[in-house]
Antibody, heavy 120, light 111 residues
Framework: QVQLQESGPGLVKPSQTLSLTCTVSGGSIRSGDYFWSWIRQPPGKGLEWIGHIYYSGSTYYNPSLKSRAAISVDTSKNQFSLKLSSVTAADTALYYC????????????WGPGSLVTVSS | ESVLTQSPGTLSLSPGERATLSCRASQSVSSSYVAWYQQKPGQAPRLLIYGASSRAIGIPDRFSGSGSGSGTDFTLTISRLEPEDFVVYYCQQYGGSPRYTFGPGTKVDIK
C-alpha cells in the first residue's frame, strides 16, 4: 500500500519561500507510470493543482503560479519537494502531495495534507 | 482554459435516497480523462471513479459514474445514500491548461 506524508514548516512569513517535502513509502518513486504531484486547498475552498514531477526530474507546473513554484525529486530518499517563492496570504492553504496515475489519469494516492499559513 | 462546473452546489437528501451529481466541462473532454473524488472533513480527497465510469479499488458499488466518449457532461450517482456519504464530491479533468483542473465541488448534506 503506497503512503505519502507531507512535512515542513506550518508558518511562513510573507515574501519568503514555502518549502515542503513528501516522503513516499510502500512503493518506489522510480515507478514509470506515475507523476508525483502537489495540490493545494485554501481553507473552505476547492482544489488547485500546483505541479508535478517525474522520477527523471521532468516537471510541469500550473501557469497561474507564474514561475513561483519549483518541484524537485530525490530518488535515493524516495522523496519529492515543493518550493513556492514570494508567498502572500493568498498562499495559505492545506498542501497535499499525491500520486498521479498516468494509466488511468487520476490522483490515486494522497498524503493527509500539511497546513501552511502565511503570516508575519 | 478548460473550466469544470459542478451542480448543484449543495444537494440535500435523506439516507437511502439516490444522489445525482453533475459535472460540466467548458470544452469537450475524453471520458478517459474524467475522475471523481470524495472528501470527508479533515481528510484528503479519495479517488472514487476514474475514466468517468470505473470504480477505484475498494469503492462500494453504490457509487457509479457516467459520461461516454468525448463530451462535456458527466455524472456521479450514489444509488442509496449511507450516513458516511454526506460529504463533498469533486470532479477532475486532465487536459488543457492547466493540465489538471478540479470542479468547485458538490456538498451532499442531510435533509
Amino acid at each position: 500500500q503506497v503512503q505519502l506524508q507531507e512535512s515542513g514548516p506550518g508558518l511562513v512569513k510573507p515574501s519568503q519561500t514555502l518549502s515542503l517535502t513528501c516522503t513516499v513509502s510502500g512503493g518506489s518513486i522510480r515507478s514509470g507510470d506515475y507523476f508525483w504531484s502537489w495540490i493545494r486547498q485554501p481553507p473552505g475552498k476547492g482544489l488547485e493543482w500546483i505541479g508535478h514531477i517525474y522520477y527523471s526530474g521532468s516537471t510541469y507546473y500550473n501557469p497561474s503560479l507564474k514561475s513561483r513554484a519549483a518541484i524537485s525529486v530525490d530518488t535515493s530518499k524516495n522523496q519529492f519537494s515543493l518550493k513556492l517563492s514570494s508567498v502572500t496570504a493568498a498562499d495559505t492553504a492545506l498542501y497535499y502531495c499525491a500520486r498521479y496515475n498516468d494509466y488511468n489519469y487520476s490522483f490515486d494516492y494522497w498524503g493527509p495534507g500539511s497546513l501552511v499559513t502565511v503570516s508575519s | 482554459e478548460s473550466v469544470l462546473t459542478q451542480s448543484p452546489g449543495t444537494l440535500s437528501l435523506s439516507p437511502g435516497e439516490r444522489a445525482t451529481l453533475s459535472c460540466r466541462a467548458s470544452q469537450s473532454v475524453s471520458s478517459s480523462y474524467v475522475a471523481w473524488y470524495q472528501q470527508k472533513p479533515g481528510q484528503a480527497p479519495r479517488l472514487l471513479i476514474y475514466g468517468a465510469s470505473s470504480r477505484a479499488i475498494g469503492i462500494p458499488d453504490r457509487f457509479s459514474g457516467s459520461g461516454s466518449g468525448s463530451g462535456t457532461d458527466f455524472t456521479l450517482t450514489i444509488s442509496r445514500l449511507e450516513p458516511e456519504d454526506f460529504v463533498v464530491y469533486y470532479c477532475q479533468q486532465y487536459g488543457g491548461s492547466p493540465r489538471y483542473t478540479f470542479g468547485p465541488g458538490t456538498k451532499v448534506d442531510i435533509k
